[in-house]
């Protein structure tokens, strides 16, 4: 099965690549052709997939589209790095599995290589002070360890990831056939129907129903939420199995920074603009007009909003762009939604075993108690691949949900490099809840406008937001070539544009 699954992940790969430029040359040929006009298109972010969706519109529509990308910081957004000592680490998006198949074309089109992440590791899985299970690096031995205490479930984790990758990795055929989707869950139920139940589910709930032990999904599972969502497992199955892929390798990062691919990717954009955008204004004519935080001002036929619509808590306006000259039934507020805040600690220092209930050296905790004080930490390796520092001690990266005191940082380590402390504080991921699921639209207003940071509510990854930038080019494409889509497996009216439903 791995061999059939290899063959047609090359086959999807080359599919794409020589059907790009095909498709290039035939659009353009056809929208001169047809007199139709170049195309202006604003994208507000420059993240992972705000970078991604400029880099498809680009190759499917050359020159017959101007793509101006508005980023207020540096380009990457959440997909970062963090300088420790002269040397960089991932403090964003960290990892990404072999499976994800847009990423390893970026690989392979910008000629990057992986780094292999080492799954030897000695890990402990604790409740506070009290450890509940802990590895020995050695896999066989690990392996007897694991049944015993959870009996064939860590067994079945990996065909079940496995499954859940197979199943969902349907979208990338279809979207080389151009199809687009006007909602996050048309997109995942186009790659299979049976994905309904897990929007609906949640996480816990599921496992158990498919003979996963209790305590292993209230260790296991729940370990992997807290270290990747810093959520639990009442969230929606689906989102559950997005960060339970993130726990089950073959996993890797790309070598010198995840950033890179972003990077590279936003050099297809005719500009790259450094300003915030305060406000999209609907004009008259169906373009739309961006207000930048420096007072400029640019007209687009199509916006591409690849930023979440986010609240941070009472009193705090969290990233939310302004609306202007909608009509009255457009209702951007009931998009807006609560980011779970995630902290990620870089200490140099030598590690206090015992402070984790540990005698022996260690390598990753996992910390499940409820409402406590930090959720993770774990050794790291810089973006070479490099986990040695002149100081001899390791960097470790500890996750929690608020800045972590310094008296804290004394218990948890013996001795520290003062220097070589630095904390990130992200807004990183949807608070998701619990279920049902129903995330933003991407068609926000018609396919004019589209909302490509919808996808997060579904499932946050890198991989995710790769999916949906390829969705939403595809979706501009098909606009302005008006094609509908081929048969795609999901229909669904689209979101309200001029009072009517598309």
């Not at 197979?166 to 990338?172: A, E, H, L, N």
């Not at 951007?332 to 990620?344: D, M, S």
């Not at 960097?395 to 608020?402: G, L, P």
Request: aromatic share 10%.
């Amino acid at each position: 099965m791995d061999d059939i699954l290899k063959l047609l992940f090359v086959a999807v790969l080359l599919w794409n690549v020589e059907g790009r430029e095909q498709s290039s040359a035939e659009n353009t040929a056809q929208m001169k052709q047809r007199n139709i006009s170049p195309i202006r298109i604003g994208i507000i972010g420059g993240g992972i997939g705000g970078c991604a969706a400029s880099w498809f519109l680009r190759e499917a529509l050359d020159e017959q589209a101007e793509i101006v990308l508005f980023e207020k910081d540096k380009i990457g957004g959440r997909v970062a790095t963090v300088n420790i000592a002269g040397r960089e680490y991932e403090a964003g998006a960290s990892v990404f599995h072999e499976k994800n198949m847009i990423l390893q074309e970026f690989l392979k089109e910008f000629g990057l290589e992986s780094l292999t992440e080492d799954d030897s590791d000695i890990t402990v899985i604790s409740k506070g002070s009290e450890v509940l299970f802990k590895t020995t690096g050695w896999t066989i031995a690990d392996i007897a360890k694991s049944v015993w205490r959870y009996g064939l479930s860590p067994l079945k984790l990996g065909p079940w990831v496995d499954d859940y990758l197979t199943r969902f990795g349907k979208i990338y055929p279809l979207q080389a056939r151009n199809c687009s989707y006007l909602r996050p869950t048309d997109l995942i139920l186009a790659a299979d129907e049976k994905f309904g139940e897990m929007l609906q589910t949640p996480l816990r709930d599921r496992m158990l129903s498919e003979g996963f032990a209790e305590n292993f999904v209230d260790e296991i599972a729940a370990a992997a939420m807290r270290v990747n969502y810093n959520q639990r497992t009442s969230v929606p199955a689906f989102v559950g199995s997005v960060s339970l892929a993130g726990m089950k390798g073959p996993l890797h990062s790309v070598k010198g920074g995840n950033y890179q691919v972003a990077v590279r990717a936003c050099q297809s954009a005719s500009d790259v603009v450094l300003s915030s955008i305060t406000t999209i204004e609907s004009l008259p004519d169906g373009r739309f007009r961006l207000h930048t935080s420096t007072g400029g001002l640019e007209d687009f036929d199509y916006v591409i909003l690849a930023a979440p619509l986010r609240k941070d808590g009472a009193g705090s306006r969290g990233n939310i762009v302004a609306f202007d000259g909608f009509p009255s039934f457009f209702k951007p507020t009931e998009w807006i939604g609560a980011y779970q805040r995630t902290v990620a600690t870089f200490v140099e220092g030598e590690l206090n075993r015992t402070f984790f209930g540990s005698s022996t050296s260690l390598d990753a905790v996992f910390n499940i108690e409820d409402n406590g004080s930090w959720s993770s930490i774990g050794r790291q390796h810089d973006v070479l691949g490099d986990s040695s520092t002149s100081s001899g001690f390791p960097v470790w990266k500890i996750f929690s949900t608020d800045p972590l005191p310094g008296e804290l940082i004394s218990e948890m380590f013996l001795r520290t490099i003062t220097t070589s402390t630095t904390q990130v504080d992200w807004r990183a991921y949807p608070n998701y809840g619990e279920p049902p699921l129903h995330p933003p639209p991407f068609s926000l207003y018609g396919n004019n406008l589209i909302y490509l940071n919808a996808v997060e509510w579904a499932g946050s990854a890198m991989e995710m937001s790769l999916i949906a930038a390829k969705n939403a080019a595809l979706a501009i494409v098909n606009d302005v070539m008006g094609v509908d889509p081929e048969s795609c497996g999901v229909t669904a009216p689209s979101v309200v544009k001029d009072g009517q439903e598309l």
